[in-house]
């Protein structure tokens, strides 16, 4: 059996194709990692976690356009950032930011460090929910 430019180019193609073809059925799949407040460090920038904890408490931002939660975990506490973007989808789904003040919830976002200070960026309205 000869090897040519062209059977190599299908074996290559279709490769690749299954290839695509997994990566689309898993990405749904992906979450991010689990993690405790306690083992957040600074080799963590930028990194997508979810952390489970109680929202301790609730401040506005002097503009009104965004929010600052702080998230307790029983192992540490995170500010989590609520940007103006994520407030408008919140106010869209009628949802007020002040019901998840001490609930049980599930927050997913990316963690920063600002003025020395681990933080959490909440990417959306739909990465905070409430746990039961």
Avoid: H, W
């Amino acid at each position: 059996m000869e090897i040519t430019d062209e059977k190599i180019f299908k074996v290559a193609l279709i490769t690749s194709l299954i290839g695509i073809v997994g990566m689309l059925i898993f990405a749904g799949g992906i979450s991010p990692k689990e993690i405790a407040i306690e083992n957040i460090d600074k080799g963590s920038v930028d990194e997508e976690v979810a952390i489970l904890g109680v929202i301790d408490s609730i401040k506005e931002s002097s503009s009104g356009k965004s929010y600052f939660l702080t998230l307790n975990d029983g192992t540490g506490r995170i500010n989590i950032i609520v940007f103006e973007s994520t407030v408008v989808e919140f106010q869209e789904e009628e949802t007020d930011i002040n019901n998840f003040k001490n609930k049980r919830v599930k927050v997913i976002g990316t963690l920063t460090q600002y003025n020395g200070e681990m933080e959490l960026i909440l990417a959306n309205s739909q990465s905070i929910k409430i746990e039961n």
